[in-house]
């Protein structure tokens, strides 16, 4: 079974400052790892995807995320925080040949002056 | 590529109607997702479908609801009777994965608010 956990509900960060958002996934298989974000009154869109290459992956917007096997963990950075960056982000996991996503409950980050 | 297209964008309606969301997802994808957002419960999977094929309506809050996928370019979600609770931001999703099993992940849709009163 697959499962995500993305910790804090909320992060609230000043601009121009660090971003990191938590996610840390369970698999029984080798995973596959997203990161999405909701402006408000839009769907989800896709920042950036893990599919066994690269472990440091590169986003759009600035932001990457790194997959940790030994921590099972695939975090989202992005060094410099922008007002356009207050959004909701979802973590989400799958597999190969399995096109299922398990969706985390989402971080609301919000960035203030 | 206009994306996955949901329609309508928002719906109010009066408890007891029947309620039926549409969705067309992008060219060539095999995969169609239907999801329920709310502050209470997040993203919901209700249905998905593969090659217009339903797999897994395990989410299917109840038999008010069904889904259907008439062909590869269409798909509907209905609640009848619809419920005040039904209230929710519905999405549907589209997805390929490659011959050997790449996970390319989903596009979804702009999402339909429907408000049940």
């Known amino acids: 079974a697959q499962s995500v956990t993305q910790l804090g509900s909320h992060v609230s960060v000043s601009e121009g400052a660090l971003v990191l958002l938590r996610c840390n996934y369970s698999s029984s298989v080798p995973p596959y790892l997203f990161w999405y974000v909701q402006y408000p009154n839009q769907g989800l869109q896709l920042l950036l995807k893990y599919t066994s290459a690269a472990t440091l992956v590169k986003g759009i917007n600035g932001f990457e995320a790194e997959f940790k096997k030994s921590e099972t963990s695939f975090h989202l950075t992005k060094p410099s925080a922008h007002m356009s960056d207050a959004a909701e982000y979802f973590c989400a996991v799958g597999s190969g040949g399995y096109n299922k996503l398990i969706f985390g409950a989402g971080t609301r980050l919000a960035v203030h002056p | 590529d206009a994306g996955v297209i949901q329609s309508p964008r928002h719906e109010v309606t009066e408890m007891g109607q029947e309620v039926t969301l549409r969705c067309k997802p992008i060219s060539g994808h095999d995969y169609l997702f239907w999801y329920r957002q709310t502050m209470m419960r997040g993203l919901e999977l209700l249905i998905y479908f593969n090659n217009n094929v339903p797999i897994d309506d395990s989410g299917m809050p109840e038999d008010r609801f069904s889904a259907k996928m008439p062909n590869a370019s269409f798909s509907t979600l209905k609640i009848q009777p619809s419920e005040p609770r039904d209230s929710a931001v519905y999405f549907c999703?589209?997805?390929?994965?490659?011959?050997?099993?790449?996970?390319?992940?989903?596009?979804f849709g702009s999402g339909t608010r429907l408000t049940v009163v």
């Open positions: 999703a589209s997805s390929s994965h490659s011959r050997s099993g790449d996970n390319y992940g989903y596009t």
